[in-house]
């Protein structure tokens, strides 16, 4: 995924962000989608990258998951009165420009997009 990334122009802040994103749903995939569950799998990684963005894909057979539907978390409350939990998927989500979830058939899939931000539209 490092080198989508450094192909795709990723500034080192969005490559870091994604990486992040990324890391956290798989790790939430292997953890609560394969080994709690009692299941063994894989996660399939698919990367593409066109003009405007880089889109990862990551693809298990795990437990069915949305994390778009996940707990919201009161991020305003004092973490002493937060329940525990869903703070890696709330940073996940909101560490890429777009993220969108897919169930097809009996497989999740986790979509991150990052924008590229090309020189000349004064981006950094």
Do not use: C, W
């Amino acid at each position: 995924m490092q080198a989508a990334a450094a192909e795709a122009g990723l500034n080192t802040k969005d490559a870091y962000r994604l990486a992040l994103a990324v890391d956290e749903v798989a790790t939430n995939i292997i953890t609560h989608g394969y080994a709690e569950a009692g299941r063994e799998g894989t996660v399939d990684v698919m990367t593409d990258a066109d003009n405007d963005h880089l889109t990862v894909a990551l693809e298990d057979s795990g437990v069915a998951f949305d994390p778009t539907e996940a707990r919201q978390l009161d991020i305003d409350r004092p973490v002493e009165e937060r329940k525990a939990g869903g703070m890696g998927i709330y940073l996940a989500i909101r560490g890429v420009d777009r993220f969108e979830y897919q169930r097809v058939g009996s497989k999740n899939r986790n979509i991150f997009i990052m924008n590229r931000r090309h020189a000349s539209s004064g981006e950094a």
